[in-house]
């Protein structure tokens, strides 16, 4: 029997987590949130998530020093973190790309490029 991928969702939205939860999940992927960067960091070297879904605003520590933390630990370096963020301005983008992130979405949600970015990570 294969085991369910499991992406990790990190949004301090509710609203946010349970949109992405639901189509992940329809998508046959298991789903952890957490609802800040420490809540994220305390976790991921236990939950060990195949794929990390970081919100780049979040209260607390921000997205930027999440990305960097799970880049720089040696347990979740290779983990692929993916920035969402509903400003795509170049300045994010380079900001986000300097401490490691793999890649990019834009809110609000569109399925089909969720899909394509998890199907990049996890070849499913």
């Known amino acids: 029997m294969r085991t369910k991928k499991k992406i990790m969702i990190v949004d301090d939205n509710d609203d946010v987590v349970t949109t992405y939860r639901v189509v992940l999940e329809r998508m046959g992927y298991g789903v952890v949130a957490a609802h800040d960067g420490r809540e994220c960091l305390e976790g991921i070297a236990e939950i060990k998530p195949d ?18 933390s799970i880049k720089e630990t040696a347990q979740t370096k290779d983990i692929p973190v993916v920035a969402i963020t509903a400003s795509m301005s170049g300045e994010t983008r380079n900001r986000m790309a300097e401490v490691g992130a793999d890649d990019f979405l834009l809110k609000p949600l569109d399925v089909s490029d969720l899909n394509r970015v998890v199907k990049r990570f996890l070849g499913v």
């Open 51 to 68: 794929l990390v879904l970081l919100d780049v605003r979040l209260p607390g520590l921000s997205g930027t020093e999440v990305c960097r």
